[in-house]
């Protein structure tokens, strides 16, 4: 989120239909600025439909310690168990994830 209200020089909450020239503007491949900057009545459309919402990684993180938690004993529970504690350390050993050690 961070990196995109850096690269649009707003802040990510305040992109809406008025935006429309600012972000045309910002586009470098000459090709997609042209074809925006042609359709411009779709991109304000576009944008007063968007919506963006975000999550750190480490919320996501405690998110699947939550959901592993709550599995039970069963063959398909221990299978989704294995795959959510794999998907969890790969989040964790991920150098821009900035988790460290999530709890278990």
Do not use: K
């Not at 649009?8 to 909450?13: E, K, M, S, T």
């Not at 350390?89 to 900035?98: D, F, G, K, M, Y």
């Amino acid at each position: 989120m961070a990196t995109l209200s850096t690269q649009f020089g707003v802040p990510i909450g305040t992109i809406g239909p008025d935006m429309a020239d600012h972000l045309i503007s910002a586009v470098r491949n000459h090709r997609m600025h042209e074809y925006l900057f042609a359709n411009r009545d779709a991109m304000e459309a576009f944008l007063a439909r968007l919506s963006i919402t975000g999550v750190t990684w480490r919320d996501l993180s405690d998110a699947i310690s939550d959901r592993r938690r709550n599995l039970s004993v069963g063959r398909g529970d221990q299978t989704l168990d294995r795959l959510l504690s794999g998907l969890q350390e790969a989040i964790r050993l991920h150098p821009l994830s900035n988790c460290g050690n999530p709890a278990p």
